[in-house]
């Protein structure tokens, strides 16, 4: 059984910071790329940032704000949140893509959600 674990996320202000972590544990192969979306009430669930095979992809919301990271050893994946907007508001979901053994095609992961809300 794979499970995708997160932490942090919370209530900050216009302009503060936060850091999401996301720990993927159980048995699986491989782990091919990991990253982080996020659903806004009313709204569909859209990419923020990832990475797949050591390249990092941001969304244009996520660019020069938010940077992504990986711990191969730690099977973890981590975001950086700076200078939050008030539209940034949303929860936020960690995703993977890994296979379960070798030679397996990958399949898609998701954590349980965390809520980000930015508020003065």
């Known amino acids: 059984q794979v499970q995708l674990v997160q932490s942090g996320g919370g209530l900050v202000q216009p302009g503060e910071s936060l850091t999401l972590s996301c720990v993927a544990s159980?048995?699986?192969?491989?782990?091919?790329?990991m990253g982080w979306f996020r659903q806004a009430p009313g709204k569909q669930r859209e990419l923020v940032a990832r990475?797949?095979?050591?390249?990092?992809e941001y969304a244009e919301p996520a660019k020069g704000r938010f940077t992504i990271s990986r711990d191969k050893a730690q099977n973890a994946v981590y975001l950086q949140m700076n200078s939050l907007k008030i539209e940034d508001t949303a929860i936020y979901f960690c995703?993977?893509?890994?296979?379960?053994?070798?030679?397996?095609?990958?399949?898609?992961?998701w954590g349980q959600g965390t809520q980000v809300t930015v508020s003065s």
């Open positions: 995703n993977a893509q890994l296979s379960r053994r070798f030679r397996e095609a990958a399949v898609e992961y």
């Open positions: 159980g048995n699986f192969f491989e782990i091919y790329g």
């Open positions: 990475i797949i095979s050591g390249s990092s």
